[in-house]
């Protein structure tokens, strides 16, 4: 094996930003504590405003690359729990009962996330969803 596929092997082995970060709050070993002769500034640990690679334009950029993202997008409009024999005995022309009314909103999910509620509507020969409520970041699940 050559070195650089030796090297090239054991970066895939241990990557980079799988290493363990040093604990920030730990002195180095042999470091002068702090106001010793040599110990760094109280300001060596504070934190750095935003440098290159958090430019707005760089921001920008990636978050055009994540809104071509594709979601499933999911619209419930309702849930019922049923025991495993009626599930059994489900066949063509049997009404299902769900747990919500006909006037109550429908729940619209993405990835999983209820996003938004809204009204089930026929577009054409389709079934569509009239969004009436979004979902702010504040109230979403976690």
Known sequence: MSEKSSRAAANLQNPPWTAAA????APAAGSPE???AGAPSPRANAPVGPGPLASPARA????????DVPLTVAVEIGRVSL?????????PGLVVE?????SDPADVYANGKKIAQGEVVVVG??????ITHLITAERLPI
Do not use: F, H, K
């Open 34 to 36: 702090p106001g010793e």
């Open 83 to 91: 025991p495993i024999r009626q599930v059994m005995a489900l066949e």
């Open 125 to 130: 020969d389709t079934l569509g969803i009239r």
């Open 98 to 102: 769900l747990d919500r009314l006909a």
């Open 60 to 67: 920008s950029r990636t978050g055009d690359l994540l809104l």
């Open 22 to 25: 040093p604990d920030a709050n």
